[in-house]
T-cell receptor, first 110, second 112 residues
Framework: TQLLEQSPQFLSIQEGENLTVYCNSSSVFSSLQWYRQEPGEGPVLLVTVVTGGEVKKLKRLTFQFGDARKDSSLHITAAQPGDTGLYLCAVNTGGFKTIFGAGTRLFVKA | DVKVTQSSRYLVKRTGEKVFLECVQDMDHENMFWYRQDPGLGLRLIYFSYDVKMKEKGDIPEGYSVSREKKERFSLILESASTNQTSMYLC???????????FGQGTRLTVV
């Protein structure tokens, strides 16, 4: 069983559509990170959420941390082909470890 | 511009070979990590190092070892490569706990 469960695993949508992907856990975290990984590259940090209920916006991307700090969502408005990639959530566990979810693979068709 | 550099983008090795994957960062970061990435499993932590000559096992250390003789370099060693170690290997570094991790471009290793 993974510490972080991401859903859906795969999403294929048309340009201009909205979408939401989720990152869930039964554990409480002090913070949670979202990364995007494009084909052939390593993951790149998008945002870190820290406070329960926090909402952060990055252009057309909206990130929310659950009130209980166990889950998070990423909403993309008017998706574009450039949003295509693997979206990963990650948390820092006790000590130095950073644990990742399996990711949501998004494909936006022009 | 921050940079994590992995020595090879693609590698093909034979079963039983000893394989070295090299990672160098130019950001004076304390912490460095090796992950492998497989479809449906995400990134799984193999080993990490929080300082020079210090190393800790991650979640899947079996069949791997690491070396951190200098702060900027973290090497992953496959003592005797096996086909189930065919994967994408990602190196990452970060300044301290709860800070952003920077990743290299990955090494796609195929063991035949």
């Amino acid at each position: 069983t993974q510490l972080l469960e991401q859903s859906p695993q795969f999403l294929s949508i048309q340009e201009g559509e909205n979408l939401t992907v989720y990152c869930n856990s039964s554990s409480v975290f002090s913070s949670l990170q979202w990364y995007r990984q494009e084909p052939g590259e390593g993951p790149v940090l998008l945002v870190t959420v820290v406070t329960g209920g926090e909402v952060k916006k990055l252009k057309r991307l909206t990130f929310q941390f659950g009130d209980a700090r166990k889950d998070s969502s990423l909403h993309i408005t008017a998706a574009q082909p450039g949003d295509t990639g693997l979206y990963l959530c990650a948390v820092n566990t006790g000590g130095f470890k950073t644990i990742f979810g399996a990711g949501t693979r998004l494909f936006v068709k022009a | 511009d921050v940079k994590v550099t992995q020595s090879s983008r693609y590698l093909v090795k034979r079963t039983g070979e000893k394989v070295f994957l090299e990672c160098v960062q130019d950001m004076d970061h304390e912490n460095m990590f090796w992950y492998r990435q497989d479809p449906g499993l995400g990134l799984r932590l193999i080993y990490f190092s929080y300082d020079v000559k210090m190393k800790e096992k991650g979640d899947i250390p079996e069949g791997y070892s690491v070396s951190r003789e200098k702060k900027e370099r973290f090497s992953l060693i496959l003592e005797s490569a096996s086909t189930n170690q065919t994967s994408m290997y990602l190196c990452a570094s970060r300044k301290a706990r709860n800070t952003e991790a920077f990743f290299g471009q990955g090494t796609r290793l195929t063991v035949v």
